[in-house]
């Protein structure tokens, strides 16, 4: 009886040894690590900050820019603020008058120190910079917003903001930048300006003759029946 059941429980450990030596072989040749960073890339999906166009100038954006989509755009804006002229203060500032003030302008305000330490004033650019992400343009902040994305909103914000008791003039549109490897006009119409000399007419044996001919009679050639 003991005999039969030692060998039934060896039967039981040696399957157990091997179900375990199978499990621990399976594991190392199908082992698998995290994904860093999790997720997959979707064709077609462009990460932000990857890659893409770099954004135009915000004055380019200001010239199509419309105060009535900047007001609509303004509604993400009123939970915090008021823009009327001697409006109250709520979590943010008061922003009637804003364009074109000092950064951190509001008397009473309990601005964060890393908007009163930024300084200058709110000019097109540097508004469109706090627009488009406050944390980044003062580390510390304490606007939650995290900013407008779209360049046309902004511009359209700014606009609107600025018939709010400011006047900033609009700034020109930029300069549209030459194509790369494009050569000057004047180069174009004067080939010697890049040191090609202009082409030479190609003279046929024809047109050659007669100059030649017309050479024997020169200074430096013997006169006809001239007698040595």
């Keep these: 009886m003991n005999d039969r059941f030692n060998t039934i429980a060896g039967w039981v450990l040696g399957g157990g ?27 077609g999906v462009q990460e932000e900050g990857e890659g893409g166009e770099a954004e135009q ?26 823009i009327n ?60 917003f995290a900013g407008l994305s779209d360049p046309q909103d902004r511009a359209d914000l700014m606009v609107y903001m600025n018939a709010q008791g400011s006047s900033l003039p609009l700034p020109p549109p930029p300069a549209a930048a030459a194509p790369a490897g494009a050569a000057p006009e004047a180069n174009n119409a004067d080939p010697t300006v890049n ?13 050659v003759a007669p100059v030649q001919e017309g050479r024997t009679g020169g200074e430096a050639a013997p006169a006809a029946g001239r007698d040595h």
């Design 17 to 43: 040894i091997v179900l375990l030596g199978g499990t621990l072989v399976a594991g190392e040749m199908f082992k698998s690590e995290r994904p860093d960073p999790m997720g997959y890339p979707i064709a």
């Design 85 to 144: 002229q001697g409006g109250a203060n709520g979590v943010g500032p008061n922003l009637w008058g804003t364009m074109g003030a000092q950064v951190a302008h509001v008397a009473g305000f309990n601005y964060s120190e890393a908007l009163r330490s930024k300084g200058g004033t709110w000019d097109w650019e540097t508004m469109s910079q706090w627009l488009r992400s406050p944390r980044q343009f003062a580390p510390g902040t304490k606007m939650t």
């Design 57 to 82: 100038p915000i004055a380019h954006f200001l010239q199509t820019a419309d105060a009535a989509r900047g007001e609509a755009v303004f509604r993400k804006c009123a939970a915090c603020h008021t």
């Design 195 to 207: 040191g090609a000399a202009p082409d030479q007419p190609v003279l046929n044996e024809a047109q």
